[in-house]
């Protein structure tokens, strides 16, 4: 069998392509870190099968980063058959950086260079034959978005797989070369690849020198020899060098024709990343996804405009919107503006698992315990989730779109400028924003971090990016809040709570710790382009599989435990309970409930209701809508205050996530930090929940004087954190 890797610089295409290949749809992420671990899919197109392994993104083989370990070893040790090496030709300099050492290595080598779709755009060429001759490897051009010369490329690399290959080194020709030869002289019979040892070896490459403890002392002794050079004895520096010098020098000409100016995508990145407006943009972006998504009444036409729409006519049943008035009968009823496409869709859902639940009704005899399991325990249990599956993915395919686009690269990049300032790293975010789809693998991303206590940190924040899950308890909420508030607004305040608490709660943790030093971060930032539709379809597919897979196993599961505990008494011989409020699952929830007393949500009637809705949560964070829809708590029961909405959706945002989430940053986590993360996340939520639910109660007695405290308060804690952590700093230097 044939295998085949991809080895290139993050963001120069590799999943992309690796897709393509392989029919497989693997996560193309905009920023670095998304690939951590490598991943394998075959290639059918030939008689024989290929084995295609796509590798996490690399800058160089030293092994230095998690990336650059996971890389260099496979190529290395498990000896492919063949590396195509995939190239940014939007950013040649770069990357060939990456491919001079890649031919070091015994193994043959195709260079494919990606993106020609924006080059051929701007009217830029590169000389491939140059470009194949300098290195004596075949050069294809393709793109790997479009689907161009990949067919090309699979036939150059199949024929390559089957060679042999020395090899080869820029270096020859420069100062080091007489060294790298030398070091080449003594292990070409000892060991594999012997010309990239040898110059690892010349680098003071650490591991190399411990291997070769006499050699390196011989080359250590003939660097002696030679005369100054400008980078104090630092080879590793002088060979880096030696190699752009080299790049630079001989690729120039390889452009016959480049466009020295501003591309199109500078040009939208001078506004979108300017160093003020950036982060108000990107607000105002977000603002947008969530007012398409959740606003019942859009534009503000009703608000802002004054048009008013009656529930009677064609119209309104069209906006899904209609049923409801059908149901009011008499009509007249004045709705509160023209829905969102989200809440549009969402009614529309509601109306069909509605009509389903209905005729299950009809037809099954009144009375008997599976009408009460089908009926008011899976099937209601599983329409509540449903019917705010519409939204989600409308909210995933906005996300979706401005990923695709290369949007999300850039609030990377800005959230590092600002997270700088605290003396935190940008790289730890790239995770965090993976955290808006799911905990799991945000958590598993975490690994690109060096640093175990960064990494700690970063885990204990993530399921602060409310996640997928999470989102139907937000748009129920939303609804419930719609009728005294704007659904929009407060979803969209969810959101922005959740990054605000994980930006302060990373302050404090930082200014407790005793590590400083922010480690560089580097980024390519990819063109802008259209989103491509088969990504953003393979996406949402992929989202709605996982939620069908999920709602049918542990979704499911934990919908008949919460029917039989709440439609049987602790003598559940004696058949089915008439009253809910003499359940199991009642008398349990009244105790346990007042752990919630203080939070607003534990009190009252239904308290245990929303205590049992919490406790379900930590199965799957769906399970909260299916569980309060079985007890009974639907858009028009749900009679909290407020302020005990807003505290019982924080409560839930920043507890234990699901057990999936739990078991990943236990395996992720350090063992000690694992514990200090459950202690943070059951403490965390409770005291935001409290002061959300007093502060609110508050604001809602004395409502201008709570907003001025409020905001009082946010600055000061951002300033504190400014403050210590300069201080800290300031110390520490
Ligand atoms: P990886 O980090 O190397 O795995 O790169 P990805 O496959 O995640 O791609 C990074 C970005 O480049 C994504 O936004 C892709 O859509 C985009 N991209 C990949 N290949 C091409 C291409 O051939 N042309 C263009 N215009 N964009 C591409
Ligand atoms: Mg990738």
């Known amino acids: 069998m044939i295998k085949i890797c991809l080895a290139g610089n993050p963001n120069c295409g590799k999943t992309t392509l690796f897709n393509s290949l392989t029919g497989s749809t693997a996560h193309v992420g905009n920023w670095p870190g998304v690939t951590v671990e490598k991943r394998e899919g075959s290639y059918r197109k030939f008689d024989e099968k290929i084995d295609i392994v796509d590798l996490p993104g690399i800058y160089s083989m030293s092994p230095y980063t998690p990336e650059e370990v996971v890389s260099r070893n496979y190529i290395l040790d498990e000896k492919p058959n063949c590396v195509i090496n995939i190239v940014d030709a939007t950013n040649l300099e770069r990357n060939l950086y990456l491919t001079t050492q890649l031919l070091e290595i015994d193994v043959p080598v195709v260079v494919a260079l990606n993106m020609m779709d924006i080059l051929k755009k701007n009217n830029e060429t590169i000389d491939i034959k140059a470009l194949s001759e300098a290195f004596k490897v075949p050069v294809v051009e393709i793109s790997a978005l479009k689907d161009e010369g990949l067919d090309d490329l699979m036939k150059v690399a199949y024929g390559e797989a089957k060679k042999v290959r020395k090899g080869t080194t820029i270096l020859e020709k420069t100062t080091v070369g007489s060294l790298v030869r030398e070091a080449y002289n003594e292990l070409k019979t000892s060991v594999s690849s012997p010309l990239f040892h040898a110059v690892k070896l010349v680098e003071n490459d650490e591991l190399e020198c411990k291997d070769h403890p006499e050699l390196a002392k011989r080359i250590s002794d003939m660097k002696s020899k030679l005369p100054e050079d400008d980078f104090e004895g630092d080879y590793e520096a002088i060979i880096a060098n030696e190699r752009y010098e080299y790049i630079g020098k001989n690729f120039k000409h390889t452009f016959v024709k480049f466009n020295e100016g501003l591309t199109k995508s500078d040009k939208i990145d001078k506004v979108l990343t300017h160093k003020i407006w950036s982060i108000p943009i990107f607000l105002l972006i977000m603002f947008v996804v969530f007012h398409f998504t959740f606003s019942e009444d859009f534009l503000g036409l009703n608000k802002i405009f004054g048009l008013e729409i009656t529930s009677k ?133 975490t690994k690109t971090l060096e640093d175990e206590k960064e990494r700690d940190v970063t885990i204990r924040i993530t399921p602060f990016f409310s996640c997928g899950a999470k989102a139907p308890i937000w748009t129920l909420l939303a609804a419930v809040v719609a009728g005294r508030f704007l659904g929009d607004v407060f979803v969209f305040s969810i959101y922005i709570l959740g990054i605000a608490i994980a930006i302060i709660a990373a302050i404090i943790m930082k200014v407790f710790s005793k590590n400083y030093d922010v480690p560089p971060f580097i980024m390519e930032l990819p063109q802008y ?203 520490i230097a």
């Open 313 to 445: 006519g064609w119209f309104n049943f069209f906006t899904g919107m209609g049923y409801d008035g059908a149901i009011e009968e008499e009509g007249e009823a004045i709705l509160s503006g023209i829905p969102s496409l989200g809440v549009f869709l969402q009614s529309w859902m509601g109306f069909l698992t509605g009509s389903i639940i209905d005729l299950f009704n009809s037809f099954l005899p009144e009375g008997a315990w599976y009408t009460s399991l089908i009926c008011d325990g899976i099937l209601t249990g599983i329409d509540s989730i449903f019917s705010f599956i519409p939204q989600v993915l409308l909210l995933y395919l906005f996300v979706s779109i401005l990923e695709d686009s290369g949007y999300m690269a850039r609030v990377a990049f800005i959230m590092d400028r600002a997270f700088r300032k605290f003396g935190l790293s940008g790289k730890a975010f790239i995770p965090l924003l993976m955290g808006f789809g799911c905990s799991v693998p945000a958590m598993l991303a």
């Open 529 to 731: 382009h259209a989103p491509q539709f088969k990504n953003l379809m393979v996406h949402l597919w992929e989202k709605f599989k996982h939620f069908i897979y999920k709602a049918s196993t542990i979704i499911m599961a934990a919908i008949i435990v919460i029917w039989f505990l709440s439609n049987f008494s602790w003598d559940f011989w004696n058949g089915m309970v008439d009253d809910i409020e003499s359940s199991i699952l009642a008398s349990v929830g009244r105790v346990v409930r007042y752990i919630f007393y203080p939070l607003g949500f534990g009190s009252g009637a239904d308290g245990w209701k929303y205590t049992a809705a919490t406790f379900t949560g930590l199965i799957a964070k769906e399970d909260v809508v299916g569980t309060m829809a079985q007890l009974g708590l639907v858009e028009g029961t749900i009679n909290l205050s407020n302020a005990a909405i807003y505290s019982f959706a924080a409560y839930n945002l920043f507890t234990l996530p699901c057990f999936a989430a739990v078991s990943t940053a236990k395996s992720e986590s350090s063992k000690k930090g694992f514990l200090v993360t459950l202690a943070w996340w059951l403490a965390l939520s409770y005291i935001v929940a409290l002061i959300i639910y007093w502060l609110g109660t508050l604001l809602e007695a004395v409502l201008w004087l709570g907003s001025i405290v409020i905001v009082v308060i946010v600055l000061l804690v951002i300033l504190l954190g400014f403050y210590v952590s300069k201080k800290k700093r300031a110390q």
